[in-house]
């Protein structure tokens, strides 16, 4: 099947940068992606979700922006804080019905480190 | 305040044995997702749920089973324990609104020797 994919698995910043995690995905009938963080020894957190409909969704300090020309979803951590410092999938899915439902495609996941 | 749990955290078992991996959640979601988590694959979808006696078979279901008997609880059970299931496992669920936002439990650390 189709999948999520990240273009880098490790990115290490200093303490107050940005940071941008990049992810492509191949399935065009998605019409929902989501950032999950993951801490070592925790199950994926909820970030932030954007809808196939727009391209541009910010949260507190996060940002996500979706490009469906280029399939590409993109992550940015505003100042970012050494307690970012996590493993960040991207994930797409289905909302509107058929066979992929309510499943949910995971990429590989970027090591995020941030450094004091 | 409403979370999704699992139980055991850590389980150690031999090759061949039954394993029950508890999942339980409160948020009252109809949807409940097994996944295993493996170095170099990522999230990987084992089973799913969209409600009471409801249950589907995802990408790498072989060799693990699930009941769904209420709304709460989504318990996956490995038949014969092998090694290649040595893994962490992860439990989520999801409102019918808006199936694919997830919400995970912390995980179970499950070791086949």
């Known amino acids: 099947g189709e999948s999520v994919g990240l273009h880098l698995p490790t990115l290490s910043v200093q303490e107050g940068d940005n940071s941008i995690i990049n992810c492509a995905y191949s399935n065009s009938a998605s019409d929902y992606f989501i950032w999950y963080k993951q801490e070592s020894g925790k199950g994926p957190q909820f970030i932030i979700d954007i809808r196939s409909n727009m391209d541009k969704r910010q949260g507190q300090r996060v940002t996500v922006l979706l490009n469906k020309t280029v399939k590409h979803l993109s992550l940015q951590i505003a100042a970012t804080q050494p307690g970012d410092s996590a493993v960040y999938f991207c994930a797409d899915g289905e909302v509107r019905g058929g066979t992929s439902y309510g499943k949910l495609t995971f990429g590989q996941g970027t090591i995020l480190t941030v450094h004091p | 305040d409403a979370e999704i749990t699992q139980s055991p955290r850590h389980k150690i078992t031999e090759t061949g044995r039954q394993v029950t991996l508890a999942c339980h959640q409160t948020?009252?979601?109809?949807?409940m997702f097994w996944y295993r988590q493996d170095l170099g694959h990522g999230l990987r979808l084992i089973h799913y749920?969209?409600?009471?006696?409801?249950?589907n078979k995802g990408e790498v279901s072989d060799g693990y089973s699930v009941s769904r008997s209420n709304t709460e609880d989504l318990p996956l059970t490995l038949e014969s324990a092998a090694s290649s299931q040595t893994s962490v496992y992860f439990c989520?669920?999801?409102?019918?609104?808006?199936?694919?936002?997830?919400?995970f439990g912390p995980g179970t650390r499950l070791t086949v020797l």
């Open positions: 989520a669920s999801s409102e019918s609104s808006i199936a694919v936002k997830q919400s």
């Open positions: 749920s969209y409600g009471v006696q409801d249950t």
């Open positions: 948020w009252n979601h109809n949807n």
